[in-house]
């Protein structure tokens, strides 16, 4: 009898791999399933409740986005990343970020900054606690809205998977390293800025704030 996996909910077979997709995505970013970890297709068929096709399918798709590795002649298996990889993914997000945040400042659009203003509340909340996984989640949440804004589904793909990479390195970091205290602070700020800043001073805040948390999560890995 195969062993079922825990941390995944059987699906019913009516639904389509997208449900499943979104199920192993999770479980990668969050470290149930660790780095250089096999993905077995009869195991996770057998622990959804459903056939091989669509597992196949979510697999694949996973595969294209970058989080699993499929190894000629082994299997498929997570994708083990590295401090190079944490300097090209803050690279990449380097880019999509700065022109989401240039379209905000131009659009000023309150829509997207009140959602901001809430999220910044909610990190301070969450950094009081100092779960890293927390924190790190709601940081996140913030950047995510940040490109979100600039209303373009491709830079909202594109993103996820920079974010889903990241939580993928930060995955075997220790839990109880400290965030700094003025994390929720230079988030605040950022948001001054896209109100009433300029541009140019908006921008070097990104690249500062981007390369604070590059040095903060390079120098524990």
């Given at each position: ?12 077979s ?133 490109v ?22 930060l995955?075997?970091?220790a839990?109880a390293?400290p ?43």
């Amino acid at each position: 009898m195969t062993q079922v996996i825990e941390g995944l909910v059987p699906i019913a077979s009516r639904t389509t791999s997208s449900l499943v997709i979104d199920q192993l995505r999770e479980r990668i970013v969050d470290g149930t399933f660790r780095p250089g970890s096999q993905m077995g297709e009869a195991q996770l068929a057998a622990t959804f409740g459903i056939s091989r096709g669509p597992v196949r399918e979510a697999l694949q798709r996973l595969i294209q986005e970058g989080l699993l590795l499929n190894v000629k002649n082994r299997g498929v298996f997570v994708v083990e990343l590295g401090p190079g990889d944490m300097v090209d993914v803050f690279l990449t997000r380097r880019l999509i970020e700065h022109k989401a945040a240039s379209l905000l400042w131009k659009s000023k659009d309150e829509r997207y900054l009140t959602r901001l203003d809430a999220l910044v509340d909610e990190l301070a909340e969450v950094s009081s606690s100092q779960s890293l996984s927390d924190v790190v989640a709601q940081d996140l949440a913030f950047h995510e809205m940040l490109v979100e804004s600039a209303e373009s589904p491709r830079l909202s793909r594109m993103f996820a998977t920079l974010v889903a990479e990241t939580r993928i390195c930060l995955s075997g970091m220790a839990e109880a390293a400290p965030m700094e205290a003025s994390l929720a602070q230079e988030h605040h700020k950022l948001i001054g800025l896209l109100r009433a800043g300029s541009e140019r001073r908006l921008l070097a805040a990104v690249d500062s704030h981007l390369d604070a948390a590059l040095s903060y999560f390079t120098d524990r890995v």
